[in-house]
């Protein structure tokens, strides 16, 4: 939903585009946020590579209908691995300082692998 992320400065090559109304129906149903279900309808009609959710029962619903799903931390890992930043240890430390949950366990994996 574009009003979550009004607080974040968006690069250039990210467009915030409609969604068709029948999203509160699809939310309401499957006990998702509207952020979720607008990410999730509008993958439906774009097939993106991947669809970038964190909540559990988004992704969990995502997957159902055969969508690609990642995370915010996956998506640092694979900016990592692909030389876009060098470390993501600044970037997840960043995100739990917003509010960002990432248990101690993940953290550890995470910073283990570079």
């Known amino acids: ?8 400065r ?12 029948d999203i509160r129906q699809i939310a309401r149903i499957e006990g998702l946020g509207p952020g979720e279900a607008e990410a999730i309808r509008l993958a439906l009609q774009l097939s993106p590579d991947r ?11 995502a997957k159902a209908l055969n969508l690609r799903v990642t995370g915010v931390l996956g998506l640092l890992v694979t900016a990592r691995e692909s030389g876009l930043i060098q470390s ?7 995100l739990i300082a917003r509010g960002f949950h ?7 994996v995470l910073l283990a692998d570079g």
Request: hydrophobic share 45%; aromatic share 8%; proline share 9%.
């Open 1 to 8: 939903m574009a009003s979550e992320i009004k607080s974040f």
């Open 10 to 21: 968006l690069p250039e090559w990210v467009r915030v585009l409609p969604v068709p109304a």
């Open 51 to 61: 669809l970038l959710l964190d909540d559990g029962q988004g992704r969990r619903v």
């Open 88 to 94: 993501i240890r600044p970037e997840v430390d960043s």
């Open 102 to 108: 990432v248990s101690d366990w993940l953290y550890d």
